[in-house]
């Protein structure tokens, strides 16, 4: 079964600063992949980025990066220069390779709010 | 040029109506899914299809029934609605490669 965790139900964060949002994970497969969708008040699911489990290197989309520790499984979403558009709910999401496991588990998301 | 499109967005309807909400996706994916979001925000698979056969069914009422003519569509119907089943769900769909999953917009279903 897999697992995701996050542990900020919210976070503020000031315009044009840096913020991690925190994502924990737990598997018994040893090939997943690991996801960042936001939500914003309109209610669509983006998505922002991806990390493979066997990348050597942590994704970056734009502003937006994948800080990946697989031995603490962790794949916190990090923020560059957020800006107030930014504000949004936040969730991580893992997904396994195969059968029942190809699916999305998502954590229970993080309410960002960049301040101006 | 909308990659997972789902119909309708808003749909409002007296309890004991059956009601189908429709999803498309133009990516050439071969697996799409229904997700339920409740009123907490929590995304809960539903249903997931290959290539039209059924993967995933989790422990829904049998009152939902997912339909995949093709690959490019999964349609969901809903039978004898309850005041429950009110919720945003949204369809989705990922490739082989499993490096991306596209979400439609979602269906805001309200049952009075």
């Known amino acids: 079964a897999q697992k995701i965790t996050q542990t900020q139900p919210g976070m503020f964060v000031q315009e044009k600063e840096a913020v991690t949002l925190d994502c924990t994970y737990d598997t018994s497969d040893p090939s997943y992949g690991l996801f960042w969708y936001k939500q914003p008040s309109s209610g669509e699911m983006i998505f922002l980025i991806y990390?493979?489990?066997?990348?050597?290197q942590n994704a970056t989309e734009g502003r937006y990066s994948l800080n990946f520790q697989k031995a603490r499984k962790s794949a916190n979403l990090v923020i560059s220069a957020s800006q107030l558009g930014d504000s949004a709910m936040y969730f991580c999401?893992?997904?396994?390779?195969?059968?029942?496991?190809?699916?999305?588990?998502f954590g229970s998301g993080t309410q960002l709010t960049v301040l101006p | 040029d909308t990659a997972v499109s789902q119909t309708p967005k808003y749909l409002v309807t007296q309890m004991g109506n059956d009601k189908s909400i429709k999803c498309e996706q133009n990516l050439g994916h071969d697996t799409m899914y229904w997700y339920k979001q409740d009123s907490k925000k929590f995304l809960k698979i539903m249903f997931s299809y290959n290539n039209k056969e059924l993967i995933i069914n989790e422990t829904v009422p049998n009152r939902f029934s997912p339909k995949s003519p093709d690959k490019a569509h999964l349609n969901l119907h809903i039978n004898s609605l309850e005041l429950g089943d009110s919720a945003v769900y949204f369809c989705a769909s990922n490739g082989r490669l499993n490096t991306e999953a596209f979400f439609g917009q979602g269906t805001r279903l309200t049952v009075v």
């Open positions: 999401a893992m997904m396994g390779t195969s059968g029942s496991a190809r699916q999305l588990t």
């Open positions: 990390q493979g489990s066997y990348d050597q």
